[in-house]
Each structure stands twice: as structure tokens, then as C-alpha cells.
């Protein structure tokens, strides 16, 4: 479902990283996080909320560099 906080994710089952990119263009790679996290996320009514509630506080992350 389109978020209007996030553009896009992906996920790489074999490192357990998440990358969340946000409207704004920004980046953020989350470390091992559990591919039924992933799919919850993807088919959540509202991405932005489940990040906020489940992700963002509870992985360490750290910021890559915006695609142009």
C-alpha cells in the first residue's frame, strides 16, 4: 500500500537488512530484522505508522547515501 512518509522498501533475507526510503530521499539500512517484520510491513494499511510503532526504535540502523 503507497505510505506518503515512505517511497520504497527492500529486504535481503541472507544479511536480515531492511532499507526504508523516505519521501524526503533519505536512507536508512536496519540490521537484522526478521523477514516476517518485512512482510508485515508490506502489507500493513499504513507503512508509516507500523515503522514508527515496530521499526524505528528497535533496530540499530544507520543512514546510506540518497540515490539520485
Known amino acids: 500500500m503507497p505510505s506518503s512518509a515512505i517511497r520504497h522498501l527492500a529486504y535481503d533475507a541472507a544479511t536480515r537488512e531492511l532499507t526504508v526510503t523516505f ?5 536508512y539500512a536496519y540490521a537484522d530484522v526478521a523477514p516476517e517484520m518485512f512482510t508485515a510491513i508490506s502489507t500493513t494499511p499504513s507503512q508509516g505508522t507500523f515503522f514508527n510503532a515496530h521499526i524505528r526504535d528497535a533496530y540499530a540502523y544507520r543512514e546510506l547515501e540518497r540515490r539520485r
Open 23 to 27: 519521501v524526503s530521499g533519505r536512507r
